[in-house]
C-alpha cells in the first residue's frame, strides 16, 4: 500500500486568492519510507506572499520569480502520488489549495476517500491535546529541533515519522530491521498482531540466570522427592535447572 505524506506552503490562508508555493512529499510503502521524496518550489504568479505567511515560512517573493508555475509541474505532482493516499496535517487545509490549483488548471479534484487528515487521527487518539505537529513531535520523541521555521519536505519528514508512531510502526520497523540480521541475537520469527503491524517474536541469545537460590532449589527438589512419583512437579525437571 501507498501512501504519501505531504505538506503545503502558501502565499496565505484564502485558497480562492492565495497560492501554493513549496509542495513537499514522503513516499511510504506499506507504512515504510522508501526513500522517494517530491520537493517542488511554485511561482504564484501576480499573488504576493502574505507578510504573516512569510513569518511562517520565510519564502520571499523574490526567491519564487524563478521557479514554476503550478500548471507547468501538476503532472510531476500527480504522477508522484500517483494512487497513493494524500497524507497530511490538518489536511482540509492543504487539500483546499490543492484542489484550487487543480480547478484553475481544469483538473478534476482529489476525492476525500483518498485523503487521510492526522489532525483528526491525533484528535481521536489524544483528545485532550495540544495535536499541532511540533506537540505531537514532543510526545511521540521526534527531534524537531532543526525546525526554525515551516518546510514542506521537513514538515513532511516529521510527520511522516509521528503518523507512523501513531499507527504502532515503530514495532513493524523492528521486526522488518531483523529480517536482514543473521547469528543467534536476530534469530526468531515473525508474527502479525492483531493490528496489521508486523512485529518480532525474539529468541533469546542465552537463558537467563535462575532465580532460585542453590539452598532453595535443593529444598524444592527434597519437598518434589516426598511426592512420590505421580507428583506433577516431578514431570517438569529439576528446579535448578530451570
Not at 132 to 154: E, F, I, M, Q, T
Not at 217 to 223: G, N
Not at 226 to 240: H, M, R, Y
Amino acid at each position: 500500500m501507498r501512501e504519501i505524506i505531504f505538506d503545503t506552503e502558501t502565499t496565505g490562508l484564502d485558497n480562492r486568492m492565495d497560492r501554493i508555493i513549496e509542495i513537499g512529499g514522503i513516499e511510504l510503502f506499506n507504512h515504510f519510507p522508501t526513500g522517494n521524496t517530491l520537493h517542488i518550489y511554485i511561482n504564484p504568479g501576480a499573488q504576493k506572499v502574505h507578510p504573516d505567511a512569510l513569518a511562517v515560512h520565510g519564502i520571499t517573493d523574490e526567491f519564487l520569480k524563478d521557479k514554476k508555475a503550478f500548471a507547468e509541474v501538476a503532472e510531476e505532482i500527480l504522477a508522484f502520488f500517483g494512487d497513493a493516499k494524500w497524507i497530511a496535517h490538518n489536511a482540509t487545509f492543504d487539500m483546499g489549495f490543492i484542489n484550487a490549483e487543480f480547478a484553475r488548471i481544469g483538473l478534476p479534484p482529489i476525492l476525500p476517500e483518498r485523503v487521510v487528515d492526522t489532525l483528526s487521527m491525533a484528535r481521536r487518539k489524544h483528545p485532550m491535546g495540544p495535536n499541532s505537529l511540533d506537540a505531537l513531535c514532543r510526545r511521540y520523541g521526534v527531534d524537531n529541533s532543526h525546525r526554525a521555521k515551516h518546510g514542506a519536505l521537513l514538515d513532511s519528514e516529521l510527520l511522516a515519522e509521528v503518523y507512523i508512531e501513531m499507527i504502532g510502526g515503530r514495532q513493524a520497523a523492528l521486526g522488518l530491521g531483523l529480517s536482514g540480521q543473521s547469528g543467534q541475537a536476530a534469530r526468531g520469527e515473525m508474527a502479525m498482531e492483531d493490528d496489521g503491524v508486523i512485529a518480532a517474536v525474539l529468541e533469546r541469545p542465552r537463558p537467563l540466570a535462575p532465580r532460585l537460590s542453590q539452598a532453595e532449589a535443593q529444598a524444592h527438589e527434597a519437598l518434589v522427592a516426598k511426592l512420590g512419583e505421580k507428583g506433577i512437579w516431578s514431570k517438569f525437571g529439576s528446579a535448578a535447572s530451570n
